[in-house]
T-cell receptor, first 113, second 117 residues
Framework: QQQVKQSPQSLIVQKGGISIINCAYE??????FPWYQQFPGKGPALLIA???DVSEKKEGRFTISFNKSAKQFSLHIMDSQPGDSATYFC????????????WGLGTSLAVNP | NAGVTQTPKFQVLKTGQSMTLQCAQD?????MYWYRQDPGMGLRLIYY???????DKGEVPNGYNVSRLNKREFSLRLESAAPSQTSVYFC????????????????FGDGTRLSIL
């Protein structure tokens, strides 16, 4: 049973556009929601993360929006660039789970020049 | 600043052969993880080690064994490789949870691409 559902599976955006990736979770005990970025041939790397006590976190062109009541969170990439083309994973974890992350299945983003 | 180093980067095995994947981190992290990544399946946790001397099963442990050799090194062993174990294997490490209970990011190596014929 997948506890973190990620959509869409793939996304094509024009340069300068907004990329939006959504995740939904089931376990209300989750208290940490990171997004990881993975380039081909590389391991995932932390992009941005949020805790449920805030509804939005912004770092440069990347923003996480968090809706606790709907149990959803999303990644927004503003002014998308070809260099943002990568696979993006959302994840979630909760206190006391030995820092294990529950991962979404990933979204392959392609930004056309 | 090496971070997490995995060896080898590529390997081809025959069914039934054994192999150990090596992982070392130089960030003095307590926790280490082994994942496999398959198309459409995301990242699946095989085993993890919350601290030196401890290991626990993850989501897909069957067919694998691990050893936390010391704080730096965490190896993954396939005793009798099967074609279903063809995958990309990632090792990761993270700092122990701080006193404020905030999560610490996992740092990944660049993976071992393993093919089993």
């Amino acid at each position: 049973q997948q506890q973190v559902k990620q959509s869409p599976q793939s996304l094509i955006v024009q340069k300068g556009g907004i990329s939006i990736i959504n995740c939904a979770y089931e376990n209300t005990a989750f208290d940490y929601f990171p997004w990881y970025q993975q380039f081909p041939g590389k391991g995932p790397a932390l992009l941005i993360a949020i805790r449920p006590d805030v509804s939005e976190k912004k770092e440069g062109r990347f923003t996480i929006s968090f809706n606790k009541s709907a149990k959803q969170f999303s990644l927004h990439i503003m002014d998308s660039q070809p260099g943002d083309s990568a696979t993006y994973f959302c994840a979630a974890s909760n206190a006391g789970n030995n820092r294990k992350l529950i991962w979404g299945l990933g979204t392959s983003l392609a930004v056309n020049p | 600043n090496a971070g997490v180093t995995q060896t080898p980067k590529f390997q081809v095995l025959k069914t039934g052969q054994s192999m150990t994947l090596q992982c070392a981190q130089d960030m003095n992290h307590n926790s280490m993880y082994w994942y496999r990544q398959d198309p459409g399946m995301g990242l699946r946790l095989i085993y993890y080690s919350a601290s030196e001397g401890t290991t626990d099963k993850g989501e897909v442990p069957n067919g694998y064994n691990v050893s936390r050799l010391n704080k730096r090194e965490f190896s993954l062993r396939l005793e009798s490789a099967a074609p279903s174990q063809t995958s990309v294997y990632f090792c990761a490490s993270s700092e122990a949870r701080k006193a404020d209970h905030s999560n610490q990011p996992q740092h990944f190596g660049d993976g071992t691409r393993l093919s089993i014929l």
